[in-house]
């Protein structure tokens, strides 16, 4: 069974910086491209960022890019997002999501899911 585990959300003021886990159990992480993506209240679930299984291939929506790092550790089945000079339009639910292609922007391609975790980037 996959299990995908969001966790370091909070509340935090613009200018600061918080960093996302997702723990994912066992053979679910290894070997799968993993994204980031976020929705805010009456808006579409977006893309954020991704990482293919290497490690060594990153992508980024433009609003976050230079801002926002995705990274992982195998070793510990972990995924993050490290995210610098937080804005308040950044604030939403973010979730940590498994794909089954090599690189992908699209929430249609992403078959697991975590439950999110809550960002509130206050002014």
């Known amino acids: 069974q996959v299990q995908l585990v969001e966790s370091g959300g909070g509340l935090v003021q613009a200018g600061g910086s918080l960093r996302l886990s997702c723990a994912a159990s066992?053979?679910?992480?290894?070997?799968?491209?993993m994204g980031w993506f976020r929705q805010a209240p009456g808006k579409e679930r977006e893309f954020v960022a991704c990482?293919?299984?290497?490690?060594?291939?990153?992508a980024y929506a433009d609003s976050v890019k230079g801002r926002f790092t995705v990274s992982r550790d195998d070793a510990k089945n972990t995924l993050y997002l490290q995210m610098d000079s937080l804005k308040p339009e950044d604030t939403a639910v973010y979730y940590c999501?498994?794909?089954?292609?090599?690189?992908?922007?699209?929430?249609?391609?992403?078959?697991?899911w975590g439950q999110g975790t809550q960002v509130t980037v206050s002014s």
């Open positions: 066992g053979r679910t992480f290894t070997g799968y491209t």
């Open positions: 990482i293919n299984d290497s490690g060594r291939s990153t």
């Open positions: 999501a498994r794909t089954y292609r090599y690189t992908s922007s699209n929430r249609y391609d992403y078959n697991y």
